[in-house]
């Protein structure tokens, strides 16, 4: 992941850089946001492959001396189909619409919204419980 986390820092320097200069040369808002948003979500990325590459070293993919039975095994946990996706999405729709038609409707979306992202978030609470890795 240190590839990667070198990667997507060179791209958030780049929109750094970018919006540093096309911010007060155009005057334009807009464009200078997305430009800040690009940078912060790159930013982002190569954070987190750095976060990752700390806390599990380097992968068989990065070593040159690598065997492809080093990669063998179980990978990462997969989740099954989930229905909260879905619940979160028609919440959010309701929500939105909501807000042109009235209160009372954002409120349902917003309800129904809460009980979608509850549900992701505590999805597989249960996972590795009673279970030593």
């Known amino acids: 992941m240190k590839t990667e986390a070198l990667l997507f820092g060179g791209v958030a320097l780049f929109f750094a850089g970018i919006s540093g ?3 007060p040369w155009s005057e334009e808002p807009a464009g200078t946001a997305l430009l800040v948003i690009a940078f912060l979500m790159a930013g982002l990325v190569s954070f987190f492959s750095a976060v990752q590459y700390r ?3 380097r992968r068989p993919q990065d070593r040159l001396d ?3 039975a080093d990669s063998a095994g179980p990978l990462e946990f997969f989740p099954d189909e989930s229905p909260w996706p879905i619940v979160t ?5 309701v929500a939105a619409t909501g807000v042109v ?3 009372w409707l954002f409120l349902i979306g917003l309800a129904v919204l809460s009980r979608g992202v509850l549900g992701l978030v505590f999805q ?3 996972r590795g419980a009673g279970r030593q890795e």
């Open 21 to 23: 200069l096309y911010g």
């Open 55 to 57: 806390r599990k070293g």
């Open 66 to 68: 690598a065997e492809v």
């Open 89 to 93: 999405a028609v919440g959010f729709a």
């Open 101 to 103: 038609y009235g209160l």
């Open 124 to 126: 597989y609470a249960h």
